[in-house]
Protein backbone atom coordinates (compact mmCIF):
# COMPACT_ATOMS: atom_id res chain seq x y z
CA UNK A 1 0.00 0.00 0.00
CA UNK A 2 2.72 2.04 0.72
CA UNK A 3 3.93 1.77 -2.30
CA UNK A 4 1.08 3.04 -4.01
CA UNK A 5 1.15 6.05 -2.39
CA UNK A 6 5.11 6.80 -3.10
CA UNK A 7 4.47 6.20 -6.69
CA UNK A 8 0.98 8.27 -6.73
CA UNK A 9 3.19 11.37 -5.04
CA UNK A 10 6.16 10.81 -7.33
CA UNK A 11 3.91 11.09 -10.08
CA UNK A 12 2.24 14.36 -8.47
CA UNK A 13 5.64 16.50 -7.99
CA UNK A 14 6.73 15.00 -12.08
CA UNK A 15 3.27 16.79 -12.44
CA UNK A 16 3.64 19.76 -10.16
CA UNK A 17 7.27 20.61 -11.65
CA UNK A 18 5.63 20.01 -14.89
CA UNK A 19 3.39 22.51 -14.78
CA UNK A 20 6.43 25.25 -14.66
CA UNK A 21 6.83 24.25 -18.26
CA UNK A 22 5.78 27.06 -19.73
CA UNK A 23 2.91 27.06 -22.94
CA UNK A 24 2.32 30.32 -23.53
CA UNK A 25 3.93 32.02 -27.38
CA UNK A 26 4.86 35.23 -27.50
CA UNK A 27 2.79 37.27 -29.99
CA UNK A 28 4.63 40.19 -31.21
CA UNK A 29 5.69 40.89 -34.16
CA UNK A 30 8.36 43.17 -36.26
CA UNK A 31 6.33 45.82 -38.17
CA UNK A 32 7.91 48.64 -40.93
CA UNK A 33 9.65 51.32 -38.98
CA UNK A 34 8.28 54.86 -39.92
CA UNK A 35 8.54 58.28 -38.25
CA UNK A 36 6.53 60.35 -41.19
CA UNK A 37 4.71 60.28 -43.91
CA UNK A 38 6.72 60.64 -47.42
CA UNK A 39 3.46 62.76 -48.89
CA UNK A 40 2.52 64.13 -46.63
CA UNK A 41 0.64 68.19 -46.95
CA UNK A 42 3.18 70.98 -45.99
CA UNK A 43 0.83 72.52 -43.78
CA UNK A 44 -1.25 69.55 -42.32
CA UNK A 45 -4.30 71.04 -39.77
CA UNK A 46 -3.83 68.78 -36.71
CA UNK A 47 -6.94 67.09 -35.40
CA UNK A 48 -8.25 66.23 -32.58
CA UNK A 49 -9.34 62.58 -31.37
CA UNK A 50 -12.73 63.99 -31.49
CA UNK A 51 -12.74 65.45 -34.91
CA UNK A 52 -10.98 62.23 -36.12
CA UNK A 53 -14.50 60.51 -34.85
CA UNK A 54 -16.82 62.52 -36.05
CA UNK A 55 -14.61 64.02 -39.10
CA UNK A 56 -17.53 64.59 -41.58
CA UNK A 57 -19.28 67.33 -39.36
CA UNK A 58 -16.41 69.64 -40.73
CA UNK A 59 -18.20 69.55 -44.29
CA UNK A 60 -20.84 71.88 -42.22
CA UNK A 61 -23.69 69.74 -44.10
CA UNK A 62 -26.74 69.48 -41.63
CA UNK A 63 -28.00 66.89 -44.16
CA UNK A 64 -24.55 64.38 -44.63
CA UNK A 65 -24.92 64.77 -40.47
CA UNK A 66 -28.45 63.44 -40.74
CA UNK A 67 -27.83 60.90 -43.10
CA UNK A 68 -24.60 59.10 -41.35
CA UNK A 69 -27.01 59.88 -38.16
CA UNK A 70 -29.43 57.34 -39.78
CA UNK A 71 -26.81 55.05 -41.20
CA UNK A 72 -25.42 54.45 -38.16
CA UNK A 73 -28.55 53.12 -36.68
CA UNK A 74 -30.20 51.54 -39.37
CA UNK A 75 -27.84 49.88 -41.73
CA UNK A 76 -27.98 46.23 -41.97
CA UNK A 77 -24.03 45.49 -42.30
CA UNK A 78 -23.60 47.47 -39.19
CA UNK A 79 -26.32 45.32 -37.45
CA UNK A 80 -25.08 41.79 -38.76
CA UNK A 81 -21.53 43.21 -37.07
CA UNK A 82 -23.22 43.66 -34.02
CA UNK A 83 -24.63 40.94 -33.81
CA UNK A 84 -21.41 38.76 -34.33
CA UNK A 85 -20.23 40.71 -31.53
CA UNK A 86 -23.25 39.02 -28.99
CA UNK A 87 -22.10 36.04 -30.89
CA UNK A 88 -18.55 36.21 -29.76
CA UNK A 89 -19.25 37.01 -26.30
CA UNK A 90 -21.23 34.25 -25.14
CA UNK A 91 -18.81 31.96 -27.17
CA UNK A 92 -16.04 33.79 -24.35
CA UNK A 93 -18.20 33.04 -21.70
CA UNK A 94 -18.24 29.31 -23.25
CA UNK A 95 -14.72 28.72 -23.13
CA UNK A 96 -13.85 30.34 -19.84
CA UNK A 97 -16.31 27.96 -18.17
CA UNK A 98 -13.65 24.94 -18.92
CA UNK A 99 -11.94 26.85 -15.90
CA UNK A 100 -14.48 25.77 -13.57
CA UNK A 101 -15.70 22.88 -11.67
CA UNK A 102 -18.77 21.74 -13.42
CA UNK A 103 -21.80 20.65 -11.22
CA UNK A 104 -25.34 18.19 -12.37
CA UNK A 105 -27.71 17.13 -10.74
CA UNK A 106 -28.67 13.38 -11.72
CA UNK A 107 -31.38 11.08 -10.55
CA UNK A 108 -32.54 7.43 -11.92
CA UNK A 109 -34.84 4.74 -10.70
CA UNK A 110 -36.17 1.75 -12.53
CA UNK A 111 -38.02 -1.73 -11.26
CA UNK A 112 -35.80 -4.71 -12.47
CA UNK A 113 -36.98 -8.45 -12.75
CA UNK A 114 -34.34 -11.12 -13.85
CA UNK A 115 -34.26 -15.13 -14.24
CA UNK A 116 -30.75 -14.88 -12.77
CA UNK A 117 -32.03 -13.56 -9.46
CA UNK A 118 -34.28 -16.99 -8.33
CA UNK A 119 -33.89 -16.89 -4.58
CA UNK A 120 -35.57 -19.69 -2.55
CA UNK A 121 -38.39 -18.35 -0.19
CA UNK A 122 -40.19 -20.21 2.66
CA UNK A 123 -43.97 -21.38 1.05
CA UNK A 124 -47.11 -23.18 2.63
CA UNK A 125 -45.36 -26.68 0.37
CA UNK A 126 -42.04 -25.82 1.37
CA UNK A 127 -39.20 -23.86 -0.19
CA UNK A 128 -40.61 -21.90 -3.20
CA UNK A 129 -38.15 -20.65 -6.03
CA UNK A 130 -39.36 -16.76 -7.25
CA UNK A 131 -37.98 -14.29 -9.12
CA UNK A 132 -38.34 -10.43 -7.20
CA UNK A 133 -39.02 -7.67 -8.60
CA UNK A 134 -36.15 -4.96 -7.40
CA UNK A 135 -37.18 -1.31 -7.04
CA UNK A 136 -33.98 1.00 -7.18
CA UNK A 137 -34.11 4.97 -6.65
CA UNK A 138 -31.06 6.97 -6.47
CA UNK A 139 -30.15 10.98 -6.86
CA UNK A 140 -28.05 13.57 -5.50
CA UNK A 141 -24.96 15.64 -7.26
CA UNK A 142 -22.02 14.87 -9.28
CA UNK A 143 -19.19 17.65 -9.36
CA UNK A 144 -16.41 17.25 -12.19
CA UNK A 145 -13.36 19.70 -12.88
CA UNK A 146 -10.49 19.48 -14.46
CA UNK A 147 -7.39 21.27 -13.32
CA UNK A 148 -5.33 23.16 -15.70
CA UNK A 149 -1.88 22.53 -14.70
CA UNK A 150 -0.24 23.99 -17.83
CA UNK A 151 -2.42 26.37 -18.73
CA UNK A 152 -4.08 25.06 -21.93
CA UNK A 153 -8.00 25.87 -20.74
CA UNK A 154 -6.85 29.35 -19.91
CA UNK A 155 -4.94 30.16 -23.45
CA UNK A 156 -8.04 28.61 -25.20
CA UNK A 157 -10.22 31.12 -22.92
CA UNK A 158 -7.58 33.75 -23.66
CA UNK A 159 -7.94 32.94 -27.39
CA UNK A 160 -11.66 33.30 -27.51
CA UNK A 161 -11.41 36.73 -25.88
CA UNK A 162 -8.84 38.08 -28.79
CA UNK A 163 -11.23 36.67 -31.05
CA UNK A 164 -14.39 38.11 -29.45
CA UNK A 165 -12.28 41.66 -29.20
CA UNK A 166 -11.95 40.69 -32.89
CA UNK A 167 -15.49 40.93 -33.91
CA UNK A 168 -15.64 44.61 -32.02
CA UNK A 169 -12.62 45.58 -34.09
CA UNK A 170 -14.48 44.54 -37.22
CA UNK A 171 -17.79 46.05 -36.10
CA UNK A 172 -15.41 49.19 -36.22
CA UNK A 173 -13.93 48.51 -39.52
CA UNK A 174 -17.47 48.24 -40.96
CA UNK A 175 -18.23 51.61 -39.34
CA UNK A 176 -15.46 53.29 -40.80
CA UNK A 177 -16.21 51.94 -44.03
CA UNK A 178 -19.78 52.71 -43.86
CA UNK A 179 -19.30 56.46 -42.91
CA UNK A 180 -16.93 57.09 -45.84
CA UNK A 181 -19.55 55.04 -48.12
CA UNK A 182 -22.18 57.27 -47.21
CA UNK A 183 -19.60 60.92 -46.99
CA UNK A 184 -18.75 59.68 -50.71
CA UNK A 185 -21.78 58.85 -52.51
CA UNK A 186 -23.57 61.89 -50.99
CA UNK A 187 -20.94 64.06 -52.24
CA UNK A 188 -20.74 62.60 -55.36
CA UNK A 189 -24.14 63.16 -55.59
CA UNK A 190 -23.98 66.80 -55.06
CA UNK A 191 -21.00 66.77 -57.87
CA UNK A 192 -23.62 65.34 -60.11
CA UNK A 193 -26.58 67.33 -59.85
CA UNK A 194 -24.07 70.45 -60.06
CA UNK A 195 -22.77 69.02 -62.79
CA UNK A 196 -26.43 68.14 -64.71
CA UNK A 197 -27.61 71.82 -64.09
CA UNK A 198 -24.54 72.92 -65.95
CA UNK A 199 -25.00 70.18 -68.40
CA UNK A 200 -28.57 71.49 -68.83
CA UNK A 201 -27.62 75.35 -69.32
CA UNK A 202 -24.89 73.53 -72.01
CA UNK A 203 -27.61 72.16 -73.74
CA UNK A 204 -29.40 75.82 -73.73
CA UNK A 205 -26.58 77.42 -75.08
CA UNK A 206 -26.08 75.00 -77.74
CA UNK A 207 -29.80 75.16 -78.92
CA UNK A 208 -29.61 78.41 -79.38
CA UNK A 209 -26.31 78.43 -81.45
CA UNK A 210 -27.93 76.10 -83.60
CA UNK A 211 -31.00 77.94 -83.80
CA UNK A 212 -28.72 81.43 -85.11
CA UNK A 213 -26.85 78.99 -87.60
CA UNK A 214 -30.57 78.31 -89.01
CA UNK A 215 -31.11 81.85 -89.50
CA UNK A 216 -27.70 82.60 -90.41
CA UNK A 217 -27.58 79.81 -93.24
CA UNK A 218 -31.49 81.10 -94.39
CA UNK A 219 -29.73 84.19 -94.97
CA UNK A 220 -26.82 83.35 -96.23
CA UNK A 221 -24.12 84.18 -93.59
CA UNK A 222 -23.83 80.25 -92.98
CA UNK A 223 -23.19 76.92 -94.46
CA UNK A 224 -25.37 74.19 -94.17
CA UNK A 225 -22.10 71.82 -93.18
CA UNK A 226 -22.02 74.93 -90.23
CA UNK A 227 -25.46 73.74 -89.28
CA UNK A 228 -25.17 70.00 -89.38
CA UNK A 229 -21.72 70.11 -87.40
CA UNK A 230 -23.61 72.17 -85.25
CA UNK A 231 -26.67 69.68 -84.87
CA UNK A 232 -24.79 66.89 -84.34
CA UNK A 233 -22.81 68.95 -81.21
CA UNK A 234 -25.83 69.30 -79.88
CA UNK A 235 -26.52 65.48 -80.22
CA UNK A 236 -23.82 64.98 -78.25
CA UNK A 237 -24.17 67.31 -75.47
CA UNK A 238 -27.45 66.36 -75.20
CA UNK A 239 -26.62 62.52 -74.75
CA UNK A 240 -24.42 63.21 -72.01
CA UNK A 241 -27.47 64.24 -70.02
CA UNK A 242 -28.95 60.83 -69.11
CA UNK A 243 -25.54 59.22 -68.46
CA UNK A 244 -25.30 61.96 -65.51
CA UNK A 245 -28.83 61.31 -64.36
CA UNK A 246 -28.58 57.95 -64.32
CA UNK A 247 -25.55 57.97 -62.06
CA UNK A 248 -27.55 60.49 -59.70
CA UNK A 249 -30.43 57.81 -59.56
CA UNK A 250 -27.96 55.42 -58.83
CA UNK A 251 -26.03 57.26 -55.99
CA UNK A 252 -29.31 57.75 -54.58
CA UNK A 253 -30.56 54.26 -54.30
CA UNK A 254 -26.93 53.26 -52.88
CA UNK A 255 -27.84 55.88 -50.04
CA UNK A 256 -30.83 54.55 -49.57
CA UNK A 257 -29.52 51.32 -49.02
CA UNK A 258 -26.85 52.17 -46.40
CA UNK A 259 -29.57 54.18 -44.82
CA UNK A 260 -31.45 50.71 -44.50
CA UNK A 261 -34.02 51.82 -46.45
CA UNK A 262 -35.73 50.75 -49.98
CA UNK A 263 -33.69 52.46 -52.88
CA UNK A 264 -36.20 54.81 -54.09
CA UNK A 265 -36.87 56.35 -50.48
CA UNK A 266 -34.36 59.06 -50.39
CA UNK A 267 -35.46 60.28 -54.26
CA UNK A 268 -37.50 62.74 -53.45
CA UNK A 269 -35.39 64.04 -50.41
CA UNK A 270 -32.19 64.66 -52.45
CA UNK A 271 -33.44 65.46 -56.21
CA UNK A 272 -33.00 68.88 -54.99
CA UNK A 273 -29.99 70.41 -56.21
CA UNK A 274 -27.79 71.83 -53.61
CA UNK A 275 -23.93 72.76 -53.46
CA UNK A 276 -21.23 71.12 -52.74
CA UNK A 277 -20.14 71.73 -48.79
CA UNK A 278 -18.04 74.85 -49.13
CA UNK A 279 -16.21 73.76 -45.76
CA UNK A 280 -13.68 70.26 -45.66
CA UNK A 281 -12.34 68.90 -42.34
CA UNK A 282 -8.18 69.74 -42.34
CA UNK A 283 -6.13 67.12 -42.82
CA UNK A 284 -5.20 65.11 -39.41
CA UNK A 285 -1.66 65.57 -38.10
CA UNK A 286 -1.43 61.86 -37.72
CA UNK A 287 2.20 59.89 -37.48
CA UNK A 288 2.58 56.41 -39.27
CA UNK A 289 2.20 54.54 -35.91
CA UNK A 290 -0.50 56.12 -34.48
CA UNK A 291 -2.70 53.40 -37.69
CA UNK A 292 -1.62 50.68 -34.83
CA UNK A 293 -4.17 52.27 -32.53
CA UNK A 294 -6.61 53.77 -34.81
CA UNK A 295 -7.40 51.94 -37.62
CA UNK A 296 -9.71 48.77 -37.02
CA UNK A 297 -8.49 46.70 -39.49
CA UNK A 298 -5.03 46.96 -38.25
CA UNK A 299 -6.23 46.17 -34.33
CA UNK A 300 -8.06 43.48 -36.05
CA UNK A 301 -4.99 41.68 -37.58
CA UNK A 302 -3.28 42.22 -34.12
CA UNK A 303 -6.11 40.01 -32.61
CA UNK A 304 -5.80 37.46 -34.79
CA UNK A 305 -1.66 37.35 -33.84
CA UNK A 306 -2.72 36.72 -30.03
CA UNK A 307 -5.96 34.31 -30.84
CA UNK A 308 -4.02 32.44 -32.93
CA UNK A 309 -0.17 32.59 -30.26
CA UNK A 310 -2.90 31.57 -27.95
CA UNK A 311 -4.03 28.67 -29.90
CA UNK A 312 -0.86 27.77 -29.96
CA UNK A 313 0.12 27.37 -26.53
CA UNK A 314 -3.24 25.88 -25.56
CA UNK A 315 -1.98 22.95 -28.23
CA UNK A 316 1.21 22.29 -26.95
CA UNK A 317 -0.46 22.23 -23.22
CA UNK A 318 -2.05 18.84 -25.05
CA UNK A 319 1.67 17.26 -24.83
CA UNK A 320 1.37 17.39 -20.55
CA UNK A 321 -0.72 15.29 -18.31
CA UNK A 322 -4.11 16.06 -17.46
CA UNK A 323 -5.38 15.67 -14.05
CA UNK A 324 -9.19 15.65 -13.25
CA UNK A 325 -11.09 15.49 -9.83
CA UNK A 326 -14.92 14.36 -9.53
CA UNK A 327 -16.94 13.97 -6.60
CA UNK A 328 -20.76 12.78 -6.45
CA UNK A 329 -23.15 12.28 -3.32
CA UNK A 330 -26.28 11.68 -2.77
CA UNK A 331 -29.39 8.98 -1.72
CA UNK A 332 -30.14 5.72 -2.84
CA UNK A 333 -32.78 3.68 -1.71
CA UNK A 334 -33.48 -0.40 -3.01
CA UNK A 335 -36.20 -2.27 -2.63
CA UNK A 336 -36.81 -5.62 -3.12
CA UNK A 337 -40.47 -7.70 -3.27
CA UNK A 338 -40.90 -9.49 -0.38
CA UNK A 339 -38.06 -7.84 1.68
CA UNK A 340 -37.28 -4.36 3.78
CA UNK A 341 -36.00 -1.58 1.39
CA UNK A 342 -33.07 -0.34 1.85
CA UNK A 343 -31.95 3.24 2.12
CA UNK A 344 -28.30 4.55 2.25
CA UNK A 345 -26.70 7.85 1.38
CA UNK A 346 -24.22 7.46 -1.13
CA UNK A 347 -20.85 9.18 -2.19
CA UNK A 348 -17.93 8.53 -4.67
CA UNK A 349 -14.77 10.52 -4.72
CA UNK A 350 -12.29 10.25 -7.71
CA UNK A 351 -8.96 11.35 -9.39
CA UNK A 352 -7.37 10.93 -12.77
CA UNK A 353 -4.39 11.42 -14.17
CA UNK A 354 -4.09 10.94 -17.67
CA UNK A 355 -0.87 11.77 -20.11
CA UNK A 356 -0.48 10.84 -24.08
CA UNK A 357 2.18 7.94 -24.82
CA UNK A 358 1.02 7.38 -28.22
CA UNK A 359 -1.51 9.19 -30.91
CA UNK A 360 0.44 8.42 -33.92
CA UNK A 361 1.99 12.25 -33.86
CA UNK A 362 -1.65 13.71 -33.82
CA UNK A 363 -0.33 16.49 -31.34
CA UNK A 364 2.50 17.23 -33.30
CA UNK A 365 0.44 18.17 -36.45
CA UNK A 366 -2.06 20.09 -34.83
CA UNK A 367 1.17 21.97 -33.17
CA UNK A 368 2.02 22.13 -36.46
CA UNK A 369 -0.78 23.06 -38.19
CA UNK A 370 -1.38 25.81 -35.34
CA UNK A 371 2.14 27.11 -35.53
CA UNK A 372 1.54 27.73 -39.35
CA UNK A 373 -1.97 29.56 -38.52
CA UNK A 374 0.31 31.97 -36.49
CA UNK A 375 2.58 32.56 -38.85
CA UNK A 376 -0.27 33.49 -41.40
CA UNK A 377 -1.61 35.92 -38.83
CA UNK A 378 1.62 37.37 -38.50
CA UNK A 379 2.47 37.91 -42.11
CA UNK A 380 -1.24 39.23 -42.09
CA UNK A 381 -0.88 41.76 -39.96
CA UNK A 382 2.49 43.28 -41.40
CA UNK A 383 0.73 43.25 -44.83
CA UNK A 384 -2.07 44.76 -43.48
CA UNK A 385 0.17 47.81 -41.99
CA UNK A 386 1.81 48.00 -44.93
CA UNK A 387 -1.46 48.07 -46.87
CA UNK A 388 -2.90 50.75 -44.16
CA UNK A 389 0.76 52.76 -45.07
CA UNK A 390 0.17 52.46 -48.76
CA UNK A 391 -3.75 53.92 -48.68
CA UNK A 392 -2.51 56.67 -46.76
CA UNK A 393 0.13 57.94 -48.58
CA UNK A 394 -2.35 57.39 -51.79
CA UNK A 395 -5.11 59.43 -49.96
CA UNK A 396 -2.28 62.14 -49.33
CA UNK A 397 -1.19 62.01 -53.28
CA UNK A 398 -4.75 62.00 -54.38
CA UNK A 399 -5.62 65.39 -52.45
CA UNK A 400 -2.87 67.11 -53.33
CA UNK A 401 -3.12 66.61 -56.74
CA UNK A 402 -7.11 67.00 -56.59
CA UNK A 403 -6.43 70.28 -54.34
CA UNK A 404 -4.28 71.55 -57.33
CA UNK A 405 -6.14 70.80 -60.27
CA UNK A 406 -9.51 72.15 -58.05
CA UNK A 407 -7.16 75.57 -57.88
CA UNK A 408 -6.19 75.92 -61.59
CA UNK A 409 -9.55 74.98 -62.54
CA UNK A 410 -11.24 78.04 -60.39
CA UNK A 411 -8.44 79.95 -62.27
CA UNK A 412 -9.61 78.80 -65.29
CA UNK A 413 -12.99 79.75 -64.58
CA UNK A 414 -12.65 83.01 -63.55
CA UNK A 415 -10.40 83.73 -66.77
CA UNK A 416 -13.56 82.49 -69.10
CA UNK A 417 -16.19 84.05 -67.07
CA UNK A 418 -14.30 87.66 -67.64
CA UNK A 419 -13.50 86.89 -71.28
CA UNK A 420 -17.34 86.02 -71.60
CA UNK A 421 -18.05 89.29 -69.81
CA UNK A 422 -15.45 90.88 -72.14
CA UNK A 423 -17.38 89.62 -75.39
CA UNK A 424 -20.55 90.48 -74.08
CA UNK A 425 -19.30 94.03 -73.97
CA UNK A 426 -18.01 93.96 -76.77
CA UNK A 427 -21.37 92.19 -78.32
CA UNK A 428 -23.50 95.02 -77.11
CA UNK A 429 -21.06 97.32 -78.60
CA UNK A 430 -21.35 95.75 -81.93
CA UNK A 431 -17.84 94.59 -82.01
CA UNK A 432 -18.53 91.06 -81.71
CA UNK A 433 -21.44 88.97 -83.29
CA UNK A 434 -23.45 86.82 -81.32
CA UNK A 435 -22.11 83.61 -82.29
CA UNK A 436 -18.88 84.74 -80.25
CA UNK A 437 -20.80 85.46 -77.59
CA UNK A 438 -22.69 82.17 -77.38
CA UNK A 439 -19.13 80.35 -77.99
CA UNK A 440 -17.74 82.52 -74.76
CA UNK A 441 -20.41 81.51 -72.86
CA UNK A 442 -20.20 77.51 -74.25
CA UNK A 443 -16.41 77.56 -72.99
CA UNK A 444 -17.26 79.49 -69.19
CA UNK A 445 -19.66 75.97 -68.74
CA UNK A 446 -16.83 73.54 -70.10
CA UNK A 447 -14.32 74.85 -67.91
CA UNK A 448 -17.62 75.15 -65.15
CA UNK A 449 -18.09 71.40 -65.32
CA UNK A 450 -14.80 70.02 -65.27
CA UNK A 451 -14.49 72.62 -61.87
CA UNK A 452 -16.91 70.84 -60.40
CA UNK A 453 -15.65 67.26 -61.00
CA UNK A 454 -12.39 69.02 -59.05
CA UNK A 455 -14.29 69.74 -56.38
CA UNK A 456 -16.11 66.58 -55.81
CA UNK A 457 -12.48 64.67 -56.21
CA UNK A 458 -11.38 67.07 -53.62
CA UNK A 459 -13.84 66.62 -51.22
CA UNK A 460 -14.05 62.92 -51.79
CA UNK A 461 -10.02 62.65 -51.27
CA UNK A 462 -10.37 64.22 -47.66
CA UNK A 463 -13.08 61.82 -47.30
CA UNK A 464 -10.35 58.90 -48.46
CA UNK A 465 -7.67 60.48 -46.82
CA UNK A 466 -10.13 60.26 -43.22
CA UNK A 467 -11.02 56.34 -44.42
CA UNK A 468 -7.30 55.50 -44.71
CA UNK A 469 -6.53 56.85 -41.21
CA UNK A 470 -9.01 54.75 -39.58
CA UNK A 471 -11.54 58.22 -38.99
CA UNK A 472 -15.04 57.59 -37.23
CA UNK A 473 -14.82 56.20 -34.13
CA UNK A 474 -12.94 56.89 -30.69
CA UNK A 475 -9.91 55.01 -30.14
CA UNK A 476 -9.67 55.79 -26.50
CA UNK A 477 -13.00 54.15 -25.55
Same mark, same amino acid.
Given at each position: ?131 ? !? ?133 ? !? ?36 ? !? ?12 ? &? ?9 ? #? ?52 ? #? ?33 ? &? ?5 ? &? ?37 ? &? ?11
Amino acid at each position: MNRFISIGCAMLTITLLNACTPTRVSDHVKLADMDSWHHEPSDPIEVTRTDLKSWWEGFKDPLLNELIIKALNANHDLRIAKARVREAATLVAIAESALYPSIDLFSSGGREKKIDRIIGVPGKQGIELITP !TADAISGGLAARWEIDLFGGRHLEAEAAIAQSAGTEEALRAVQVGLLAQVATNYLELRGLQKRISLQQEHIAVQRETLRALQLFAKNGLATEADVANQDALLESTESALPVLTTTALTLTHRLGVLLGQPPENLE !TRLSQTMQLPVAIPGVPELLPADLLSQRPDLRLAKTEV !TAAAANLGAARADL &YPKLVLSASGG #FGALAVGGFSSLAESVYTLGSGLTMPIFNAGRIRAHITAVDARLDQAALNYEKT #FLLALEEVENAFVSHSSSKERQRQLSEAEKSAQKA &YQSTDAL &YQRGVKDYLSLLDARRHTLTVGDERAKAETAMCVSMVSL &YRAFGGGWDSKK
